[in-house]
């Protein structure tokens, strides 16, 4: 389908948007009236912009706070439309957004608002424009969509249809099966955004907190099923107000709304092909920048180096299932630190999770590679880690393992593998995370949690599937704390390990308060030893959570973990003690 986006929803100048909108490759846009009124170029200009660069002006929006109103206030309306009907032609847009009136002067009569409507259109179509009327949430006598329809229904102009926004719908909870009422040619336009689920004003909502589809706790993709039934053939068209994208690079927003559009319409599809979802962890990739301390803790833990890379300086650890690379190449500037740089992640089919990476937009990796280096293919996560898809051990597959000819056996001791790995986000890249991981891996996102940190909140969100369990975090604060990130490796028996680290490894470990214990045997009778080892512990319905944390070295900490039954969280309830323990490290 016809893929568009109305310029509020990215960043820059009314130009830059366009030529950002046209490089994620959109068929059209919606022009939104502020950006045109604050552009100096006339919109002849704008038109010869917008035709170069490949788009289509699919709609003028909005005329606002038009209908049901006395005579004195519609004839300066019909002023108002004129000069927008000659505006549009100008333009180049033959269909013109109406929302339903917010404006104290608005009557609750649906047969003015009607009639009104119909001489609007009437007047618009002597301009070969249409007309659609949308429902606004917080409209003062029309907020519902069906609402709207009924009295474009009975005003019965050819140029007057409906525009379908999936927010002012989803928002107020409106059932949309009603949708499958309206005949599609009445459908004249589908406004699409996703939206968290807040507790809050609607138009504060609206306004604010906006998002593409995918990224939120709308069921965007069921409202377009609904749409389709009707026949409705017009453009799939992003309009999403988000404080966040307004001050993001307007080029990658475009690109991560294009990413949502594709992603929803492949759901649209029946045959559509499915993710190829990650089966676990092959690696952790980590830069030590030349510090021993990376090494230090690995080898406190339990690992192993088993090989070393044959033409790079790069270091395999191994212990049980858990791999951790080392890399000690240099720097790209001085001022780098330890820090996670690269993760391997296990798929079924390499190639297939490459391919499907790309129809989502995701930006693939150059490699330098000697001729005898396993085939490996990256593309970047949205806050610039590499990801890379394996097939360790299988015959069908080049094994990247082999690239470390072996020195040392692999030790079976406390840790079997990774369990899950936190990366930290841009704070401007936490919704374009979401729906990466989503749409490029199929990991299953989890409600999005805002931990307290002593000089800000973190906010945090899960995604896991296939035994991939990934946390993406941004952190509301100036501090350092906030570009940590850390790999938490599963144990069998967490408290023999931490028994043995805080016996041979004084100081490995990250200090908990004693206020903690008090409020946690409080809380849950739990046994002193936990207190005694320094554990953190966690449970729910399904199981409990032991855990503890090391030092951290640069950006860099670990996390030890133990699931016991089925506990399927990350110990949410503890990250805020750990954070002010972090930060107390730091001091």
Same mark, same amino acid.
């Given at each position: 389908m =016809?893929?568009?986006i109305?310029?509020? #929803?990215v960043?820059g100048?009314?130009?830059?948007k366009?030529?950002?909108?046209?490089?994620? &490759?959109?068929?059209?846009?919606?022009?939104f009236?502020?950006?045109?009124?604050?552009c100096?170029l006339?919109?002849?200009e704008?038109r010869?912009?917008?035709d170069d660069l490949?788009? &289509?002006?699919d709609?003028y929006?909005?005329l %606002?706070?038009?209908?049901?109103v006395?005579?004195?206030v519609?004839?300066?309306?019909?002023?108002? $439309?004129?000069y927008?009907?000659?505006l549009?032609?100008?333009l180049?847009?033959?269909?013109?957004?109406?929302?339903?009136?917010v *404006?104290?002067?608005?009557?609750?009569?649906?047969?003015?608002a009607?009639?009104?409507?119909?001489?609007?259109?009437e007047?618009?179509?002597?301009h070969?424009?249409?007309? $659609?009327?949308e429902a606004?949430?917080w409209?003062?006598?029309?907020s519902?969509y069906?609402?709207a329809? =009924?009295?474009?229904?009975?005003a019965?102009h050819?140029a007057?249809g409906?525009?379908?926004?999936s927010?002012?719908?989803l928002s107020?909870?409106?059932?949309p099966?009603g949708?499958?009422a309206i005949?599609?040619?009445?459908?004249?336009f589908?406004?699409?955004a996703?939206?968290?689920r807040?507790?809050?004003?609607?138009?504060q @909502?609206?306004?604010?907190?906006?998002?593409?589809?995918g990224q939120?706790?709308?069921?965007v993709?069921?409202l377009? +099923?609904?749409v389709?039934?009707t026949g409705y053939?017009?453009?799939l068209s992003?309009?999403?107000?988000n404080?966040?994208?307004?001050?993001s690079?307007? =080029?990658?927003? $475009?690109?991560?709304?294009m +990413?949502?559009?594709? $992603?929803?319409?492949e759901?649209?599809? /029946?045959? &559509?092909v499915?993710?190829?979802?990650?089966?676990?962890?092959?690696?952790?990739?980590?830069?030590?920048?030349? #510090?021993?301390?990376?090494?230090?803790?690995?080898?406190?833990?339990g690992?192993?180096?088993t090989?070393?890379?044959?033409?790079?300086?790069?270091?395999?650890?191994?212990?049980?299932?858990?791999?951790?690379?080392l890399?000690?190449a /240099?720097?790209?500037?001085a001022?780098?630190?330890?820090?996670?740089v690269a993760?391997?992640?296990e798929?079924?089919?390499?190639a297939?999770?490459?391919?499907?990476a790309?129809?989502?937009?995701?930006?693939?990796l150059? %490699?330098e =590679?000697?001729p005898?280096?396993?085939?490996?293919?990256a593309?970047?996560a949205?806050?610039g880690?590499?990801?890379f898809f394996? %097939?360790?051990?299988?015959?069908?597959? /080049?094994?990247?393992?082999a690239?470390f000819p072996?020195?040392e056996p692999? /030790?079976?001791g406390?840790?079997?593998?990774?369990d899950?790995?936190?990366?930290?986000?841009p @704070?401007?890249h936490?919704?374009?995370?979401s729906l990466?991981y989503?749409g490029?891996?199929g990991?299953?996102p989890?409600? *999005?949690?805002e931990?307290?940190d002593?000089?800000?909140?973190?906010r945090?969100?899960a995604m896991?599937?296939?035994?991939?369990?990934?946390v993406?975090?941004?952190?509301?604060?100036?501090a350092?704390?906030?570009s940590r990130?850390?790999?938490?490796?599963?144990v069998r028996?967490?408290?023999?390990l931490?028994?043995?680290l805080?016996?041979?490894h004084?100081?490995?470990?990250?200090?908990?308060?004693?206020?903690?214990y008090d409020?946690l045997e409080?809380?849950?009778?739990?046994?002193?030893?936990?207190?005694?080892?320094?554990l953190?512990?966690?449970?729910?319905?399904e199981?409990e959570f032991?855990?503890l944390y090391?030092?951290?070295?640069?950006?860099?900490f670990f996390e030890?973990?133990?699931?016991i039954?089925?506990?399927?969280?990350?110990?949410a309830?503890?990250?805020?003690? %750990?954070?002010?323990v972090?930060?107390?490290?730091?001091s």
């Open positions: =016809r893929k568009s109305a310029t509020v #929803s960043s100048t009314l130009t830059e366009l030529e950002a909108i046209a490089a994620a &490759g959109f068929d059209g846009v919606e022009v009236e502020n950006d045109l009124v604050a100096p006339p919109p002849e704008i010869l912009r917008a490949g788009l &289509g002006i709609m929006q909005p %606002r706070d038009f209908e049901a006395p005579d004195d519609l004839k300066g309306n019909l002023r108002r $439309a004129e927008t009907f000659e549009m032609n100008r180049g847009a033959d269909t013109l957004l109406v929302c339903s009136n *404006s104290p002067d608005a009557l609750p009569d649906d047969e003015l009607a009639a009104q409507l119909r001489l609007l259109a007047r618009a179509a002597g070969g424009i249409r007309v $659609a009327y606004l949430a409209g003062r006598h029309v519902e069906l609402h329809w =009924r009295i474009v229904r009975t019965d050819p007057l409906v525009c379908l926004d927010f002012h719908i107020r909870g409106s059932d099966i949708i499958e005949p599609g040619e009445k459908v004249f589908l406004q699409l996703d939206a968290p807040l507790a809050m004003d609607v138009l @909502w609206s306004r604010h907190y906006r998002c593409f589809p939120g706790g709308f069921d993709t069921g377009v +099923r609904h389709l039934a053939a017009g453009p992003l309009e999403v107000f404080d966040v994208f307004r001050q690079d307007a =080029r990658r927003t $475009a690109l991560d709304a +990413r949502s559009l594709i $992603a929803l319409e759901a649209l599809t /029946p045959d &559509g499915p993710p190829v979802v990650p089966s676990g962890f092959a690696f952790a990739e980590l830069a030590t920048e030349g #510090s021993a301390e990376l090494p230090g803790i690995l080898s406190a833990l690992f192993a180096r090989g070393t890379h044959r033409t790079k300086p790069v270091e395999l650890w191994e212990q049980g299932g858990a791999r951790v690379l890399n000690a /240099p720097a790209e500037s001022d780098e630190e330890p820090a996670l993760i391997g992640l798929t079924p089919d390499p297939a999770s490459v391919k499907r790309g129809k989502l937009l995701a930006p693939v150059p %490699r =590679r000697a005898r280096d396993a085939p490996l293919d593309i970047a949205p806050d880690t590499a990801l394996c %097939r360790t051990g299988h015959a069908d597959h /080049p094994d990247w393992t690239d072996r020195t692999v /030790p079976e406390d840790v079997t593998g990774i899950h790995v936190a990366l930290t986000q @704070w401007q936490f919704d374009e995370a990466f989503r490029v891996l990991l299953r989890q409600e *999005s949690l931990v307290a002593p000089y800000g909140l973190l945090s969100r896991a599937g296939g035994g991939t369990r990934l993406v975090n941004i952190a509301r604060t100036v350092r704390q906030a990130q850390h790999v938490a490796f599963a028996d967490l408290r023999a931490a028994r043995r805080r016996a041979d004084p100081g490995l470990l990250l200090p908990i308060p004693a206020n903690y409020n409080a809380r849950y009778g739990t046994d002193p030893e936990i207190r005694e080892l320094g953190l512990y966690d449970r729910d319905e199981g032991l855990h090391t030092v951290t070295a640069g950006r860099v030890l973990v133990q699931r039954g089925g506990y399927d969280g990350y110990g309830a503890n990250a805020a003690v %750990r954070l002010a972090q930060h107390a490290e730091r």
